[in-house]
Structure formats: C-alpha cells, structure tokens
C-alpha cells in the first residue's frame, strides 16, 4: 500500500511540476480572461483617497 501511495505522489508530482512548467511558457495565459489575471497594487490611487 505503501509503495502505491508513493507512486502515485510522484506522479502527481511531475503532472504538476509540467503544468506549471506550461504555464510560464504561455505567460500571460490566453486561455484566462484579462480579469482573472493578477493586478498589480496601484498605491498612487491609494494616497490619493485619503
């Protein structure tokens, strides 16, 4: 049981380790609306509320 359990993290593991690899190649992602994406903090409009 053990070793199942440690095959199948490992494959777990690479799987993620590719997509995350697929990712930082297709950076801004084109599958992603432009509103999911991060913003940055804006910290002029900030002060300027106060």
Do not use: C, H
């Not at 095959?7 to 609306?33: I, N, Q, Y």
């Amino acid at each position: 049981m053990n070793k199942i359990a440690t095959f199948l993290s490992e494959k777990l593991a690479g799987k993620l380790d590719d997509l995350a690899r697929r990712d930082m190649r297709e950076w801004p992602p084109t599958s992603v609306p432009i509103y999911y994406q991060p913003q940055r903090p804006q910290r002029e409009t900030d002060d300027t509320n106060k």
